[in-house]
Nanobody
Framework: QVQLVESGGGLVQAGGSLSFSCVASGRTVSNYAVGWFRQAPGKEREFVAGITRGGNTDYADSVKGRFTIARDNAKNTVDLHMNSLKPEDTAVYYC????????????????WGQGTQVTVSS
């Protein structure tokens, strides 16, 4: 079992930056692919960014060039760094872990965090 907890989040103005950590306990997160997803009110949960066990990354077109996903194996975390935030980035952000190679598929992940709110004001 892997327990995931998202830390970070909060309120930021448009154009600002914010970072999250997906903190894993129970297992070493470097053994898993990790994805970040988000869900805005009234919308479906959508893929944001992911990183494979081998370190390959993938990003949604809407965040490419603004967001960066990275592992910190010493801390057993996978971090999401978000720059140039826009009001449309407002959502609850979730991290997920699994043995998948299909980073963009929600169904591929076995473990999920509880989510953390990000609000970007205009």
């Amino acid at each position: 079992q892997v327990q995931l907890v998202e830390s970070g989040g909060g309120l930021v103005q448009a154009g600002g930056s914010l970072s999250f950590s997906c903190v894993a306990s129970g297992r070493t997160v470097s053994n898993y692919a990790v994805g970040w997803f988000r869900q805005a009110p009234g919308k479906e949960r959508e893929f944001v960014a992911g990183i494979t066990r081998g370190g390959n990354t993938d990003y949604a077109d809407s965040v490419k060039g603004r967001f960066t996903i990275a592992r910190d194996n010493a801390k057993n975390t996978v971090d999401l760094h978000m720059n140039s935030l826009k009001p449309e980035d407002t959502a609850v952000y979730y991290c997920a872990a699994g043995t998948t190679i299909f980073l963009r598929s929600l169904k591929s992940y076995d473990y999920w965090g509880q989510g953390t709110q990000v609000t970007v004001s205009s």
